[in-house]
């Protein structure tokens, strides 16, 4: 069990940056996702992390200690690949038990602890199967309690259960969630589903582009998200995101959405925190989830009038699209609360669901109502 | 535009049966969706329709002229596939071109540049006319592909998986914009894919589609709320229902004695049948209430969604999950108090799977 540390880690590729100033502290057993598109350099991160990669600058500490000299075996970490690199000729015990043989464990300790991995696992009726007659699910719990065994300072995990179909992902997600409340050991997984990150992390580290962009528990990277890219990578569906400016109005403060397509009531307060900042009015980026945006089928006092377009029925609830001037606004509502395209509907925006981001930067202006 | 119409359509392949008695009904300007695992046969329906490949037995009707001896280009059908087939070197303009420039077609130049200004201002690709296919996005990539089939304005439009390529935000903007455009054109779109949100969230009609069976057909709310078997009730949803095994006795379903019963209420209290005594009862996530109700469970894991959280409860060995708002505090390995939402709860035949209130007949042609 232990902390890791990165310090201004960076590497390049000619004159491309995979990793540029990534300052990270993973604590002593911590579950930390790293998060982002492909490309955005957080499986080189885990790499690195593991002694599988170099790194051109900056240093990685496990347990307060530099691991620059380190070679990957003698790091003591244990390192999970998305696809399941099982021996196929060893039983699922001969397979777990590989890396205590490895080090010479006694036979009684091997037991023990293969027996304690394949119960955490629920793959104790599988010890004497080969891979071959194994589920997708159950080779990668093998492959797991392969990592376990060896009770290693950290685990990283590549894209565990990518391979993996969607029922079995769900299932997955919360074992994996399990097994880590269990053993404790240090872990950082890399995926880019922000659905599994939002699952499963203590924190998660959202990545793109070789550069760190927020670092928080879930519900922050949700609800406070540090700027326009997280904003929109986080969450399903997508959140709604509008070119707009405030203006001050008699005793509230008017958000113009798009170019006069909607002007909504909001706090005074607002106008004034814009102004504090020095942002210009009318450079703001308007973020919204569906679920902040809020619909009636009857005309509300400070509600818009808008047209429902195309409704997605997702089962325990419905994404309708609405029509605002040109924009474009999806709403989560009650299953069949919209009947049908085309219906007249009102809306607003929740105000502590709106977020403020300058359009030019793409940073949040850090507006909480 | 057309319908479509399948009566029990039978291929093979050497001995493995892709589709068995296959019998399916597609309006015009229906948005159908025919949903299903790997290897379901959704690819071979297809194929079929498109006239790539012939049933052994069964007809296949287009427009209510039976196809049976139509080539594939008689049959004026259109196919977008997973991977955009586009010409690499050829310009967006010139791929789009191409299908009106066949031998089988003759359109005055003037047409066939009107066609495909009117379908690249459909799919907002005007911009991308003159530039190189290689030099797309995915996303831009697949819209070319479907303006590939636009510009010939064939019958029905033939999906297969368009979308599973592209990255999850481009999947959810291109599903509303496919949805929309199939909206525009009032076309009859036959599409196919496993992956469940794609088949709710645009399907006017689903058919699901199991080891090459139709198992159901109907709108997503039906197949949402009255599922007709195991199958479709654990495909179709995210968390998959929870399903529980249960003995029936005296007017209570026995998970786990003492631990997990469920009262029969209602309308399934009345029309239980009394022969059944085991069953399989489906509740979904969101019909599992917390913190309120006789039962009790020990939290095993919580999963944040953002908007809500997905609880995973255990009753001695039976796992549950249960959807709840994301400012609900629930601590793991706690004990906390639950119910079920009585109104909702399914019920399948312990042996067959089958719903035990919704007859094979209603289910298919519901």
């Known amino acids: 069990m232990s902390a890791i540390v990165l310090k201004d880690v960076e590497k390049y590729f000619g004159e491309n940056y995979i990793i540029r100033k990534l300052n990270l502290e993973i604590r002593d057993r911590e579950f930390v996702v790293l998060l982002g598109p492909s490309g955005c350099g957080k499986t080189t991160t885990l790499r690195a992390i593991a002694g599988l990669e170099d790194i051109d600058s900056g240093q990685i500490l496990i347990d307060g200690k530099p691991v620059h000299d380190l070679q990957a075996a003698d790091r003591d970490i244990a390192f999970v690949f998305q696809l399941f690199a099982l021996y196929p000729h060893l039983t699922v015990y001969e397979n777990i038990a590989f890396p205590l043989r490895a080090t010479r464990e006694s036979v009684s300790v091997i037991d023990e602890r293969v027996r304690d991995a394949a119960k955490a696992l629920r793959i104790e009726s599988l010890l004497n199967k080969r891979p071959s007659a194994l589920s997708g699910g159950d080779m990668q719990r093998v492959a797991i309690g392969r990592a376990l065994v060896r009770r290693p300072k950290a685990m990283l995990m590549d894209e565990p259960i990518g391979a993996l179909d969607a029922k079995l992902r769900e299932e997955m997600r919360a074992e994996l969630k399990h097994i880590h409340l269990q053993n404790e050991a240090t872990t950082v997984y890399v995926t880019h589903d922000q659905v599994e990150a939002m699952s499963m992390a203590d924190r998660i580290a959202i990545m793109n582009e070789g550069v760190l962009q927020q670092v928080g528990t879930p519900t922050d990277v949700y609800q406070h998200p540090a700027n326009l890219f997280v904003a929109q990578f986080i969450g399903s569906p997508i959140m709604n995101v509008v070119e707009g400016a405030v203006r001050p109005g008699d005793g509230h403060t008017e958000v113009v959405l798009g170019e006069n397509d909607a002007s909504l009531r909001f706090p005074a307060e607002l106008f004034h925190k814009v102004v504090e900042q020095r942002h210009a009015e009318n450079e703001l980026s308007i973020g919204v989830r569906p679920e902040g945006v809020l619909v009636a089928r009857q005309p509300t006092d400070g509600y818009i009038p808008v047209e429902a377009h195309i409704i997605e029925p997702l089962g325990p609830y419905d994404i309708v699209d609405l029509r605002v001037g040109k924009q474009l606004l999806r709403a989560r509502t009650a299953s069949g609360y919209v009947e049908k395209a085309g219906d007249a509907v009102w809306a607003r925006l929740d105000e502590k669901q709106t977020h403020f981001f300058s359009t030019r930067t793409g940073e949040s202006m850090g507006i909480r109502l | ?366």
Not at chain 2, 34 to 58: E, M, N, Q, V, Y
Not at chain 2, 180 to 205: C, I, N, P, R, W
Request: charged share 25%.
């Open chain 2, 1 to 366: 535009m057309a319908q479509v119409h399948l009566e029990r359509i039978t291929k093979k392949f050497r001995r493995h049966t892709a589709l068995s008695e296959l019998t399916l009904d597609i309006q015009d300007s229906e948005f159908f969706v025919l949903l299903g695992p790997t290897g379901a046969g959704k690819t071979t329906t297809l194929r079929l329709i498109a006239g790539l490949d012939s049933p052994d037995t069964g007809s296949i009707s287009i427009g209510g002229k039976d196809v049976g001896n139509w080539s594939a280009a008689e049959r004026d059908v259109a196919l977008v596939f997973q991977y955009y087939s586009l010409y690499p070197h050829y310009t967006v303009r010139e791929n789009l071109e191409f299908p009106l420039k066949s031998k089988h077609r003759r359109f005055t130049s003037e047409e066939i540049a009107a066609r495909i200004a009117k379908a690249a201002k459909t799919l907002r690709i005007e911009h991308l006319l003159e530039r190189k296919t290689d030099r797309l996005s995915g996303g831009e990539m697949q819209r070319v592909s479907i303006g590939r089939a636009i510009v010939r304005e064939p019958r029905v439009f033939l999906m297969d998986e368009p979308l599973s390529n592209l990255d999850a935000k481009l999947r959810e903007l291109l599903r509303a914009e496919l949805k929309d455009l199939q909206m525009k054109l009032g076309a009859t779109f036959l599409y196919v894919t496993h992956d469940q949100v794609e088949a709710m969230s645009m399907g006017d009609k689903i058919g699901v589609l199991n080891q090459g069976r139709i198992v159901q057909v109907g709108t997503p709310n039906q197949i949402y709320n009255q599922p007709h078997d195991t199958f479709v009730a654990t495909f179709v949803g995210s968390p998959a229902m929870n399903l529980l095994s249960a003995a029936a006795a005296a007017g209570r379903l026995v998970v786990v004695p003492g631990k997990l019963e469920i009262p029969l209420e209602g309308d399934a209290a009345v029309r239980w049948p009394s022969t059944t005594d085991r069953v399989t009862v489906g509740v979904r996530s969101e019909d599992v209430l917390l913190g309120q109700g006789g039962l009790e469970g020990q939290v095993y894991a919580v999963e944040n969604h953002g908007v809500e959280k997905v609880v995973t409860l255990k009753v001695d060995d039976h796992a549950l999950k249960a959807t709840v708002p994301a400012r609900m505090v629930v601590e793991v390995n706690s004990t906390v108090s639950f119910t079920f939402n009585q109104r909702k709860l399914q019920f399948f035949d312990a042996k067959t799977g089958v719903n035990l209130f919704s007859a094979r007949e209603e289910a298919i042609h519901g």
